[in-house]
């Protein structure tokens, strides 16, 4: 988008982009599969693996990231999702983060929640209804 | 639907997240056939290594795979090996506890294969 354009359009403008930034194959093509069937606003999914990677992407103006907590446990040398999400809020202070994790620590969870503003879903058979429902509610606002 | 929730994996669940789209599902499935086996692999390989920290990693990975079948049984015994892999004792107990894992994953995945033929 132009930098006009950008600095007149409207500030609830949604770009349709979602970006996934987790390294388990099969819960990112689930989310991917979960987007895509449950939101045409959506037009462009992107997954990334590695969270360093998504980084130069932002400019793209994702309209929500969900990335899962942990996100080292099979590239072990990447930074953590706690790393990411820092490094995103300083880049992008108003992108809606959406954290998925089987992090049970309440300690965790509220200084994601508090300190960088992000929303947190528990990996578990809820997951996907609560990010229904989260999803929705950015879509109509 | 009959109800589905009566053994280790539940497709009910992921099927109302795909908005009942069956094709969608059994794409996940697919992915979830290969996975599996992998995830069994690299934490059998690191249990052999007997490395703490990827004992830790394998076993968070796999909780991931599991979680989109509703898998509590699977969840629990990865969780349990996880927190033993971070007190970095009672190897010979999370062996056990992998052993175990091998089992649930062995039938939890020929559920699957058998509710995906019989048209769930």
Redesign the interface.
């Known amino acids: 988008m132009s930098f006009l354009k950008k600095l007149f359009a409207p500030k609830n403008q949604k770009t349709g982009i979602v970006f996934i930034i ?6 990112s ?2 989310v991917e ?2 987007i895509k ?2 939101f045409s606003e959506v037009k462009n999914v992107r997954i990334f693996p590695v969270g360093e990677t998504c980084l130069p992407e932002l400019d793209k103006n994702p309209d929500i990231i969900i990335v ?1 907590y ?1 996100l ?3 590239y ?1 040398d990447a930074e953590s999702g706690l790393e990411i999400i820092k490094k995103i809020r300083s880049q992008s202070p108003n992108v809606s983060i959406v954290v998925l994790s ?1 992090q049970q620590e309440i300690d965790v969870v509220t200084q994601l929640v508090k300190t960088y503003n992000c929303n947190y879903i528990k ?3 809820q ?3 609560k990010m ?1 429902e989260m999803i929705n509610t950015f879509y109509k606002s | 639907m009959a109800n589905d929730n009566l053994g280790k994996i539940s497709l009910s669940t992921i099927l109302t997240a795909m908005n009942g789209r069956k094709d969608l599902v059994e794409e996940i499935v697919s992915l979830f056939l290969q996975q599996a086996p992998q995830d069994l692999l690299a934490i059998t390989e690191a249990l052999n290594k007997g490395e703490s920290e990827e004992i830790i990693r394998t076993t968070h990975h796999m909780k991931s795979t599991v979680s989109i079948f509703g898998a509590s049984n699977l969840s629990q015994i990865l969780h349990e090996m996880e927190e033993l892999g971070k007190s970095g004792k009672d190897l010979g107990k999370i062996k056990l506890l992998n052993l175990e894992l091998k089992k649930e994953c062995g039938e939890a995945i020929e559920e699957i294969k058998s509710k995906i033929n019989s048209n769930y």
């Open positions: 987790e390294d388990n194959a099969t819960y093509k689930t599969a979960f069937a449950n899962d942990l080292n446990s099979k072990f089987s990996k578990d058979d997951a996907f209804d229904k």
